[in-house]
């Protein structure tokens, strides 16, 4: 069973650095065709993609916010990272993370799980 | 990028009703388009992928068509537990980008 967990802080100051952390289990992101990304929703509006990463390290950001986010992995530790700098007001949203995976067929099985989402404000 | 249109962005329907939503994509994506339903406080949940593929575990009166920039979710006979906010997503080219979803709301 694949579950997946964000965590990190609820609260940021406009300027600081967030850093939300991704947990999984039931999959590795070591095994091919394997991805996890990030997906963000601010309260009231629509669900917004920011950043993928593949199991060979492969990385897409929105190119909005590209300058701003980074993601990595800890295979080891079954995370995915989040950072997104310089905080704004208007990046108060919740902020989830899901599973994809590629079939050997080439089906894209995108985002088939997601975790529950952490909300995050910035205020100062 | 590619921008998903989603109509309409509400509508009110009854029990028993069909229901029809649709996504317009700005460019041809084959059916790399999933769907997606969402409750308050809650996370998405995937219903169809490959545009018209159920998820296990979706009752049947939920299908998905469409293939290119046209695609539709329908229900066919709405349930209670149905009155949710649906969402397209395409995932054929970076980025992946979502519809501005469609809440569907009890008449």
């Not at chain 1, 952390?21 to 009231?44: D, E, K, M, N, Y």
């Not at chain 2, 317009?24 to 339903?37: E, F, K, M, T, V």
């Not at chain 2, 046209?70 to 906010?85: N, V």
Request: hydrophobic share 35%.
């Amino acid at each position: 069973q694949i579950t997946l967990k964000e965590s990190g802080l609820t609260l940021v100051e406009p300027t600081q650095t967030l850093t939300l952390t991704c947990t999984f289990s039931g999959f590795s992101l070591s095994t091919t065709r394997v991805s996890v990304g990030w997906i963000r929703q601010p309260p009231g509006k629509a669900l917004e993609w920011l950043a993928l990463i593949y199991w060979d390290d492969d990385k897409r950001y929105i190119p909005s916010l590209k300058s701003r986010l980074t993601i990595t992995k800890d295979t080891s530790k079954n995370q995915v990272v989040l950072t997104l700098t310089n905080m704004d007001p208007v990046d108060t949203a919740t902020y989830f993370c899901a599973h994809s995976l590629i079939t050997s067929g080439g089906t894209l099985h995108a985002f088939d799980v997601w975790g529950q989402g952490t909300m995050v404000i910035v205020s100062s | 990028d590619i921008q998903m249109t989603q109509s309409p962005s509400s509508l009110s329907a009854s029990v028993g009703d069909r229901v029809t939503i649709t996504c317009r994509a700005s460019q041809g994506i084959g059916n790399d388009l999933s769907w997606y339903q969402q409750k308050p406080g809650k996370a998405p949940k995937r219903l169809i992928y490959a545009a018209s593929s159920l998820q296990s575990g979706v009752p049947s009166r939920f299908s998905g068509s469409g293939s290119g920039t046209e695609f539709t979710l329908t229900i066919s006979s709405l349930q209670p537990e149905d009155f949710a906010t649906y969402y397209c997503l395409q995932h054929n080219s970076d980025p992946w980008t979502f519809g501005q979803g469609t809440k569907v709301e009890i008449k």
